[in-house]
Every structure is written in structure tokens, then in C-alpha cells.
């Protein structure tokens, strides 16, 4: 009898699936957070930088790659400006208090993704 707490490759790949949907920005749901440690390397602060900082780190993020130990598309690594950019996709319940227990559920689940650099984390 399998284990029912470890995921099947089709939840698996839900779950990519609903991740590269967050990514995407296609979630309406879901929440990006970017570290100010992560924008403080990239902008001046002013307002207009910042926002033009964290397009830029979108957009490299909508296209970056993911290793095989990421087969749910959680976790990533990639650079903007030259500056190293570490991206974790978290999984919570619909208000965002607790961790979801189905994050191939999109009913019930809301992502979280943090765009951090590598030392944030």
C-alpha cells in the first residue's frame, strides 16, 4: 500500500503547474514579496527605481529555468543586474495564516512567492 503522505507525480506536477501559474501572474491570489535587502541592491530607493528594480526581477523570474531537485517549480535561482536572486514559492491556507495541507488544491491554497537574495533566506 503507498504512502499516502508522500505526493504522487501527478500531484507533483499540479503543483508545478499552479506555481508556474503564481509566477506567471496568472494567480490573482497569489502574493509576491521582495526582500529590501534583495531591493536595496538593485534600486537607489526612490520610488520609480524601486518599481523598476522589481519589474526587472519579474520578468527574469517568468523566464527562469528550474533544476531536477525542484520538480514542483518552487524554488529557483537566477540573476538580475548581475546580483544573484534566490525565488521560494510557500503554499498557505485561503488567509494566509497558516500552511496549506493540499498545495495542489487551488481552491484552498494561496502561494506566497519571496524573491530574496540568497542570504535572506
Known amino acids: ?13 499540479r503543483v ?5 501559474r503564481a509566477r506567471l501572474g496568472l494567480d490573482r491570489t497569489a502574493r509576491t514579496i521582495f526582500t ?15 518599481i523598476l528594480a ?6 527574469a523570474m517568468r523566464s527562469c529555468t528550474f533544476s531536477d531537485d525542484s520538480p514542483e517549480r518552487d524554488m529557483a535561482w ?10 521560494k514559492i510557500d503554499y498557505y491556507d485561503a488567509a ?9 488544491n487551488a481552491a484552498e491554497t494561496r502561494r506566497a512567492i519571496t524573491l530574496m537574495k540568497p542570504e535572506d533566506y
Do not use: C, H, W
Open 78 to 87: 537566477f540573476e538580475v543586474d548581475g546580483i544573484r536572486v534566490m525565488m
Open 54 to 59: 522589481q519589474a526587472r526581477v519579474m520578468k
Open 96 to 104: 494566509f495564516e497558516y500552511g496549506s495541507e493540499d498545495p495542489a
Open 1 to 13: 500500500m503507498p504512502d499516502t503522505l508522500e505526493p504522487t507525480a501527478s500531484n507533483t506536477e
Open 36 to 50: 529590501l535587502n534583495l531591493l536595496d541592491s538593485l534600486s537607489d530607493g526612490s520610488r520609480r527605481n524601486d
Open 16 to 20: 508545478a503547474e499552479l506555481n508556474d
